[in-house]
């Protein structure tokens, strides 16, 4: 079945970087669109960024653009979310999600990966 | 961007009763509107997509409607299981935005 495992969180200071990995498996992953979404403490839902299935197209939400950059490695059946100059706001579980209907809606989802921005 | 408002913020109802969740956009989605429900310490899951499209394996008891800037998610009769966090979602435009989210308890 679909599995999509995200790693890398951890707690980090403010202005450094990090990598999150999400490993697929359970489908065709070089075929799939994919997205990161993240969800801060208590919080709601907030889309981050989404690859293409082929990496032509991205698209990054304005409150990460410029800092995180979102990739992919279909030998590997791997997603990454490369973020630098972290911030506090950017504290959240991360999720990584299947795309479904041209990048519209996500029909699976990660557990996730915390991420904690902090001094 | 679009802003989705969903009403109740908390819907308190039993097992059996009837749940009608509201989702507002602050403008047209046309009818690319989605409905996630997650529950404590879990990842969200597609319920609804296109307004009214029951997602993979989703009980019939799920059901979505609406078109434009309002939708509605009903719950026809509450199982244990559907208490849970309720979110809509838009991707009529860029970027996707989420609502707030309605809390169903018990």
């Known amino acids: 079945q679909v599995q999509l495992v995200e790693s890398g969180g951890g707690v980090v200071q403010p202005g450094r970087s990090l990598r999150l990995s999400c490993a697929a498996s359970g489908f065709t992953f070089s075929t799939y669109a994919m997205h990161w979404v993240r969800q801060a403490p208590g919080k709601g839902l907030e889309w981050v960024a989404v690859?293409?299935?082929?990496?032509?197209?991205?698209y990054y939400a304005d409150s990460v653009r410029g800092r995180f950059t979102i990739s992919r490695d279909n030998s590997k059946n791997t997603l990454y979310l490369q973020m630098n100059s972290l911030k506090t706001e950017d504290t959240a579980v991360y999720y990584c999600a299947r795309d479904y209907r041209k990048m519209r809606y996500k029909d699976y989802w990660g557990q996730g990966t915390l991420v904690t921005v902090s001094s | 961007e679009i802003v989705l408002t969903q009403s109740p913020a908390t819907l308190s109802l039993s097992p059996g009763e009837r749940a009608t969740l509201s989702c507002r956009a602050s403008q047209s989605v046309s009818s690319y509107l989605a409905w996630y429900q997650q529950k404590p310490g879990q990842a969200p899951s597609l319920l609804i997509y296109?307004?009214?499209n029951r997602a993979t394996g989703i009980p019939a008891r799920f059901s979505g409607s609406g078109s434009g800037t309002d939708f509605t998610l009903t719950i026809s009769s509450l199982e244990p299981e559907d208490f849970a966090v309720y979110y809509c979602q838009q991707r009529n435009n860029w970027p996707p935005t989420f609502g707030q989210g309605t809390r169903l308890e018990i």
């Open positions: 690859m293409s299935f082929d990496g032509s197209n991205i």
């Open positions: 296109d307004t009214s």
